[in-house]
Each structure stands twice: as C-alpha cells, then as structure tokens.
C-alpha cells in the first residue's frame, strides 16, 4: 500500500471506541520518602504492539479512560500517563507527614526528565513494556527535550520556549533580571520573590479547582501550590535547542493549527531548523485543533500515534496537514514542506 494511502487509512479507520475490557492500574512509584510519581497503567493487549508513556500537561497528566487514550488501548497498545512528582496528584500520595523533597530544591527539567528514566525502567520490570514510545503534551516536550535513552519520541504542541508559551511573564522576568544590574546584591532576591509571588497567585487558584474536581488532600494545598511553583522556575527563559537533541533519537512534532499564534509560530520555526539539519524530520499539524490537541482532536491524535507506531511511519518525513475526517492528507516533503511552514509562519505575524 502506498505511504500516502496508508497514512489516510489510519487517520479515517475511527479508533475512538470504549474499551471496556482495559484493566487500568492505578498506581505510584516511590523514589523516596517525599518523592513519589503517580501513574497509571492499561497493560499492552498485543505484545508485539509499543506502550506509550504520556508524559504531563503543566496542569497535570491525561487520564487513561480519556477518548484517545482509551481508543488506544483498545488497538492493543499499552498506555501509560504520569505525573511529575511536583504535581498534585503525585503530591497526593505522599505519606502523612512526608515533607515533599521539593521543598528543600528547585527542580531542574532534567531531574524531571530523571522521573521520566525512572518510570520507563519500572515499567520494563515489572510490566513487561518492551518498546517504550514517551509522548510530551505541551509544558512536558521541555523535559522530553533533555531525554536520551529512547530511540523515539512524540511532541505534541510543544513547549518550545518560555517566552513563546508565555511572553508577558518572560517580558516581566527579563525586566526584572535587567533590574538586578543595578542592584547585584540583593536583586536576584527581590526576583525570586516577585517571580514567585505571581506563580504563586496563578496557582493558588488551579490548585483548589483541581482539589475540588479531583477530590484531593485539601491539607496538601501548600505543598501542591509549592509543586507548581517549582515547574514554573524549572523552564525560566527556556528555549529548545536541537543541538541537544542525541542524533539515535528520532522526534516527531504535532502542531495544532489553531494552538496559540505566538506559540505556533515557534513551534514551526523549530520545525524549520530541524528539516534544515536533518531532511528525515516529519510533523503533523491538525486544523481545527486548539491547544489542547488530544481533547479538541481525539481520533485524528489517536490515530496519528497509531500510524506513528508502524512500521511503515519509518519512510516518513516532511510536514502532513492532517484535516479531520477527511480521505486524504498531504503531505509536503522537502522545499514544498519549507514553503508551506513558512506561508503558515507569515499568516501568523
């Protein structure tokens, strides 16, 4: 079957199903006394099918039963979701009394990126998961960024930089930083402070509407807020750098076509670099998809990560525009594909 026809297959073969024999594990991993990683777990049905491990949203992970995610798993594939150990859900299931350890120290999103190590190897353990595909959602593609020692990983709506994601913020932390200048000793201080001041403000507000929804330790808000806290300091003036990238590591980025102007516009210049150094690279971008793609597009995202993980994926590159429900998608590869992002590129300025 030729590539072009395969991949239309995928995209209108309708994934999106119930499962209702998945047998999700609900479960955590515990690296230390105040630091434990919730997780949960739909065991894959067809061995010879990879797990994907879908790494957080700033907010917190998908959730198994969620339409994508469960359609998925319905194929066969084994589905894992995680949340950092700084997120609510994880902060959770500390132990009555455990002091979280980030209280103690800022993360960096490479030690986060060690939770992401830690839970693959556990998963190869003690669930069998022989091929493990991890698949950043947003704020997490900065830690998948610092990943290396998976051969492939997914992108969706990446976080490319602090400043693309949110440019008031970083505007208001370079003001600040320019500040310190003239005040060497105690400016970085006063940064932290107001910095953190703001996160706090933002967060305190996300903490008790997850609380709320989820039904959480209401005594754990303190802690939940300092956890989001310490994801906020983590990606400070972040900006991804492919030179970092491990040349065995294979990246494939999702785009959503209606995701932010200013965040889009980074993500595709990202992507330009990227065909620039190596002419394998492939993307999607899914129209009428916001931010949040795998909500907005969940059989189209389903289905992508379905082909994704064929073997007939391999031959791919370029760009795929990817219309939902349609019978077939182009695909523009090469100069096409550079002048297609660049037309996208200007229609956002």
């Known amino acids: 079957m030729k590539f072009k026809h395969f991949l239309s297959a995928y995209l209108m073969t309708g994934l999106l199903a119930f499962c209702a024999n998945a047998q999700t594990e609900e479960m955590k991993l515990k690296l230390s006394v105040g630091r434990v990683i919730s997780f949960q777990v739909v065991k894959a049905r067809n061995a010879a099918l990879p797990t994907f491990l879908f790494l957080p949203g700033v907010n917190r992970s998908l959730l198994a039963d969620e339409a994508a995610l469960e359609a998925l798993s319905n194929e066969g594939f084994g589905v894992v979701t995680m949340n950092f150990s700084t997120q609510p859900f994880s902060v959770n299931q500390l132990s009555k009394g455990a002091l979280p350890d980030f209280r103690a120290t800022s993360y960096t999103i490479e030690q986060l990126g060690a939770e992401v190590s830690a839970l693959a190897d556990v998963l190869k353990k003690k669930f069998a998961a022989k091929n493990i595909i991890p698949v950043s959602i947003s704020y997490s593609s900065a830690v998948s960024s610092t990943l290396n020692n998976f051969p492939f990983i997914i992108d969706a709506v990446p976080m490319t930089s602090s400043a693309a994601v949110n440019p008031e913020l970083e505007a208001y932390r370079a003001y600040l930083k320019t500040?310190?200048?003239?005040?060497?000793?105690?400016?970085p201080g006063i940064t932290r402070s107001l910095l953190?001041?703001?996160?706090?403000?933002?967060?305190?507000?996300?903490?008790?509407?997850?609380?709320?929804?989820?039904?959480?330790?209401?005594?754990?808000?303190?802690?939940?807020?300092?956890?989001?806290?310490?994801?906020?300091?983590?990606?400070?003036?972040?900006?991804?750098?492919?030179?970092?990238?491990?040349?065995?590591?294979?990246r494939v980025f999702l785009f959503a076509r209606d995701d932010s102007p200013s965040l889009l516009k980074d993500q595709l210049q990202l992507f330009l670099n990227s065909l620039d150094s190596n002419s394998n690279?492939?993307?999607?971008?899914?129209?009428?998809?916001?931010?949040?793609?795998?909500?907005?597009?969940?059989?189209?995202?389903?289905?992508?990560?379905?082909?994704?993980?064929s073997s007939e994926s391999k031959s791919a590159s370029g760009i795929f525009e990817v219309q939902p429900g349609a019978k077939k998608q182009k695909n523009y590869q090469g100069a096409e594909a550079k002048k297609y992002i660049k037309a996208i590129i200007n229609s956002l300025n």
């Open 179 to 187: 500040g310190e200048i003239f005040n060497p000793i105690f400016g």
């Open 196 to 250: 953190d001041q703001s996160y706090y403000k933002k967060w305190a507000t996300q903490v008790d509407s997850i609380v709320e929804q989820f039904d959480l330790n209401k005594d754990r808000r303190a802690d939940m807020i300092e956890g989001y806290t310490v994801l906020s300091r983590a990606t400070e003036g972040f900006v991804w750098d492919l030179k970092k990238t491990p040349s065995q590591t294979r």
């Open 281 to 309: 690279s492939l993307a999607f971008i899914v129209n009428d998809s916001g931010h949040v793609l795998p909500v907005d597009q969940p059989v189209a995202y389903a289905n992508i990560l379905s082909f994704l993980a």
